[in-house]
């Protein structure tokens, strides 16, 4: 079997669908749904997700960040607030955020405005983080240009001595972000390339759903 007929079968066997008549009315319980179906399935990290920002220049910029929470208003990641992300987001909150869950031919596009999550949330959190982690936060002024690895390992090794054996407190400069979303999409891989898209907009204080061409 050469390597697209393969992938057709294998498209085949999957055969999930995805219809504005059966998806839930709430966009965040329909992610919840798929989340919950993502983390059930052999996915390396269903929380990754790639976090899209514009920059002062109007210049688009993507990276990784790890889904830590999923709550009634947002969705919250955490890093460093004077990171090249930050700073994209202090001068143009917009956002957007993808899931790609290719095992199961899924991807999500969120897109919203990022706000900071309090300090008192975000110390919660660096509390859960292992220690190294902790103090890797201190260690790294993140997206700051530095000469070498040795800098860094040494940053690192000077605050692990200078925190001894005592609690880490959360930096100022860390912390975490909760992204409000104004619209969803849904994407599921059918046959064919007839893909599903569902869509949620968030107009006039409702869900509005509605389906999008493949
Ligand atoms: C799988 C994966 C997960 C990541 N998770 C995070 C994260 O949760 N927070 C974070 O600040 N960076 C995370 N990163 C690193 C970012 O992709 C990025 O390198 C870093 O945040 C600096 O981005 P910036 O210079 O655009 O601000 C992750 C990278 C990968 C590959």
């Known amino acids: 079997m050469n390597r697209n007929n393969k992938k057709e079968t294998e498209e085949r066997r999957i055969i999930k669908e995805l219809s504005e008549d059966d998806v ?16 059930q399935t052999e996915i390396v990290e269903p929380t990754a997700a790639i976090l899209s920002t514009v920059g002062e220049n109007n210049h688009p910029s993507a990276r990784t960040i790890l889904l830590k929470e999923v709550n009634e208003k947002g969705f919250v990641f955490y890093t460093n607030y004077e990171s090249k992300k930050a700073k994209d987001i202090a ?35 660096f ?5 190294e982690s902790q103090i890797g936060a201190w260690a790294s002024h993140q997206s700051s240009v530095i000469p070498d690895r040795k800098s860094l390992d040494n940053k690192f090794e000077e605050y692990r001595k200078k925190f001894g054996d005592k609690e880490i407190p959360l930096p100022d400069f860390w912390g975490g972000y909760v992204i409000i979303p104004n619209y969803f999409e849904f994407w599921q891989g ?8 569902i869509c949620y907009k968030f107009e006039d204080q409702e869900w509005r759903i509605f389906r999008l061409a493949p």
């Open 24 to 39: 839930l009315s709430n966009p965040f319980e329909q992610f919840n749904v798929w989340f919950d179906e993502a983390n």
């Open 190 to 197: 059918r046959p064919g390339r007839l893909h599903d898209r």
């Open 127 to 131: 509390r859960t983080r292992p220690r």
């Open 91 to 125: 001068s143009n909150p917009n956002i957007s955020l993808l899931f790609l869950w290719k095992e199961q031919q899924r991807q999500v596009r969120i897109v919203g405005q990022s706000e900071k999550i309090s300090r008192e949330e975000s110390e919660k959190y």
